[in-house]
């Protein structure tokens, strides 16, 4: 008989132990989960509290407003003011399709439904419709407007930073799309095969080509041979693979700078191997390859492949071909890095978070983290210049200025090779960082891309406030 | 005597929860308050007052366990007619048709002496439940539990539910024979599995585990062969895993338990809007009528604990989870209080049936575990589900009474 108590009370402690358990993950998920959960674009919570909300505004660096709510109608309405020019930015806050961009990451901010105490809540129930907090922009009207212009008619995406802080000055994707008529075009849009909806500047994977070989570069100088004598004959075989160069006549001997301001394969395809797997791979590691990006918008990984690539791959690697990839958001920070003597900013979009009435809620702090030396930032920041000075990238250069960057033409799939060019400039003094990346243009970075960049820095130089 | 007095005092609070609560009903509906508003109502205050008055008259057993139930099925009846007046009414219709059938199972149940002899009726009773449930059974979300009987829906998994209990009271319980056959216990075992397997067939898991679980206390209480136990744990094992390969809907279950996020326009729909629900809510929730409970499918019915924890916030689902406790520490206190041991073991499984049923519905719409489609007993809408999981409350109200101690007549 005591036996079949203890047992039934050992049943009844399992069962209020499974009730305390759920009390306890029930406070648990609302104190530390909840949070995300709501903020989760298919909760159709938001667009019902949104009903009540008019929208916070956001403006650019300079006050311009961008975005703006008025109430027409009785109905709550959504005023894209520059529609396809903010369309990767800003995004996109449709009831049927959801939300992206800064309308989706910032959403409680802009529909203020954030603070969830008690008296708000009480506020709200005598006054449910209230206004949604404002964001105040890194962005630059004018410099997006002119990247815009710059990269019409093309594929691709071009974006400027100030290397020092990582504001983000423009950014822009092309196609891009309207988003007033965003939602009628739908399918239209969303099936499109050159995905207009894909912000190619943070999300798109494109093979980096020759701007790589600022990071096989990196890895000569740690290895402490860049001056070291390469003959170049305009092909290098690798494992049994023949790696060739631009022009096959061969550029004669050379050492890292020189091989640099060439772009020349066999250099670095062979120094890639040099260098070994693992440590061109901690490099790239270093400056964020496979790794997640703490960003306002979404953004992809970028990737460098792992061990199991062999010799012939690891060469590709070194020049930025094969299996490696990257999005444009990456390289631009890789070459702030070098422009910000080895301290890589983190970039931004969104500067501030302003209530109705004009009062900060949040302000960001720039952050970087130190992903070189300063001897290795300043040998980069030379090799740069004389890319840009006397190299592949005169198309870049401008007078008065002093531009350096690095010209990529990647071969890919298609047959058509993308345009890259990554730089920056003042060199000294850098006041911007920029990258150009035309998809599948057919033509060399040094042609397309560099001119592009080139009047991307001149504007920016000249018109954007600090 | 002592026991009666102290139960008014809890039974002014229940009171006062439903004045409160029905002037937040007349507040959301202010612009358009119908008869149907009064009917609820009147009709909720008038049926928990006369059932808990004539409760006290002629009961002089526990004087708890009804009024814990009449403050969850208030809580619960409120939100179903916010989501849907019409489901309201008809909900007080069948909460009316089921305390009367709590007064007749307590009477039943106190007046009728040869339960604990019933064995065979109980074997084969479950059986032809089952059988019916397989022949006319129609499929409703995903899962073949329903019968139609003259144009009125019945589930007969939640009937076999108690009379699975009586089962097992009988056998442990009750007439000795039963017990003293060769390899009695194995072949309970194999009976129990039987009904788990036939539950599997149906797709109906969340009742399939009732069983389980409910089988497995008793045989971990009474059990003389002790080996038996892990036997049947082993068994479990083995069929869980077996039916995560073979079955279908058993995986994705468990995939939308895991991560439900990839999946939220499909499989994984129900679980996500059910935690956007519960995220909604806060500690105080959204205030009655000002939420989006409908966004969840089955708001009113398997999802009833996030559709409460919305408007009304996680304070009261945590009441909720702690009046279920309550019920089941009750139902165990009169098992332990009963000298009878067919009536000690029917109050124990029909606890463990309310506590288990509990657990796995409210875990299951937190994503604490898999889910399985189960009502949540006495909150949850749904006419079979709120008449048996009285009768089975009144069956332990009856055996919360003093009894003979049992097999007095057979020996």
Known sequence: ?466 | MNERLNGKAPRKLLFLFEILSLSLIFLYSWEGIQTETYVIAVGLVLLIYFSNFLLARISKGDSYIFLIVCMLISIGIIMIYRISPDLGLKQLMWLTFGIAMFFAAYFATRYIGFWERLTPLYLIGSYVMFAATLLMGSRTHGAINWINIAGVSVQPAEVTKIILVFLLAAFYGGDEKYRRMKNAEMILMMVAYSFIGLLFLQRDLGTAVIFFGVFTGLQYIYSEDRRLIFANLGLAAVGGISGYILFDHVKVRVTTWLNPWPHINDKGYQITQSLFAISEGGFFGTGLGRGNPSFIPLSYNDFIFSAISEEMGIFTGIGIIMLFMLLVYRGFKIALRQDNQFFRIVALGISMVFGIQALIIIGGVMKVIPLTGLTLPFVSYGGTSVVTSFIALGILQGASEKRGKAGAANE
């Not at chain 1, 008019?54 to 959504?78: C, F, N, P």
């Not at chain 1, 709200?124 to 990247?147: A, F």
């Not at chain 1, 009062?359 to 030379?382: F, P």
């Not at chain 1, 008065?400 to 799939?413: D, F, I, L, M, R």
Request: glycine content about 10%.
């Open chain 1, 1 to 466: 008989m005591n036996s079949e108590r203890k047992r039934i009370i050992t049943i009844l402690i399992g069962l209020c132990m499974g009730f305390v358990l759920l009390i306890g993950y029930l406070s648990y998920f609302q104190m530390f989960r909840a949070q995300a959960v709501r903020d989760n674009a298919y909760n159709k919570r938001l667009w019902i509290n949104e009903d009540n909300i008019l929208r916070g505004g956001i403006r650019d660096r300079d006050g311009e407003v961008l975005v703006y709510s008025e109430t027409r109608e009785g109905e709550a309405q959504r005023i894209y003011r520059f529609d396809n020019l903010y369309s990767h930015v800003i995004g996109y806050s449709l009831k049927d399709y959801g939300k992206s961009g800064l309308e989706r990451k910032y959403n409680s901010y802009l529909v203020n439904a954030n603070e969830n105490t008690a008296i708000n809540e009480l506020i709200n129930l005598i006054n449910p419709s209230g206004v949604g907090n404002n964001l105040s922009l890194t962005i630059d009207h004018d410099l997006q407007m002119r990247t815009r212009d710059l990269m019409g008619g093309k594929k691709g995406s071009a974006i400027a930073i100030n290397p020092k802080t990582g504001e983000i000055l423009s950014m822009v994707s092309v196609p891009d799309f309207s988003i007033e008529t965003l939602s009628e075009n739908w399918t239209t849009v969303s099936e499109n095969s050159d995905s207009p909806l894909l912000n190619r500047g943070t999300q798109g994977l494109y093979t980096p080509g020759s701007i790589f070989k600022i990071l096989t570069a990196i890895g000569v100088i740690q290895k402490g041979v860049p001056e070291a004598i390469y003959e170049c004959t305009g092909s290098t075989v690798i494992d049994g693979y023949t790696i060739r160069d631009f022009d096959e006549s061969g550029h004669g001997p050379l050492n890292l700078e020189q091989a640099f301001a060439v772009s020349c394969n066999t250099y670095f395809a062979d120094q890639a191997v040099a260098i070994g797997h693992d440590n061109l791979r901690e490099i790239a590691e270093s400056l964020l390859f496979n790794q997640k990006m703490d960003f306002d918008l979404e953004t992809t990984d970028s990737i460098f492949p792992d061990k199991s690539i062999g010799l012939t791959d690891l060469g590709a690697s070194g020049i930025g071909q094969g299996r490696v990839l990257t999005t444009p958001l990456n390289m631009l920070m890789t070459v702030s890095a070098v422009a910000n003597d080895g301290y890589m900013p983190m970039p931004y979009i969104v500067e501030s978070i302003l209530t109705p009435g004009g009062l900060t809620i949040d302000s960001h702090r720039s952050q970087s983290i130190k992903v070189l030396d300063n001897g290795e930032a300043q040998a980069l920041k030379r090799m740069m210049r004389e890319v840009v000075a006397s190299g592949t990238g005169t198309n870049a250069g401008l007078k008065g200025v002093q531009v350096a960057g690095k010209t990529g033409t990647a071969e890919n799939s298609s047959g058509n090779n993308h345009a890259w060019f990554v730089g920056f400039a003042p060199l000294e003094d850098p006041k911007v960082a920029v990258v150009v990346l035309l998809e599948e243009e057919g033509s060399s970075g040094g042609r397309a891309a560099a001119p592009i960049a080139r009047e991307i820095i001149n504007f920016a130089i000249n018109n954007v406030s600090n």
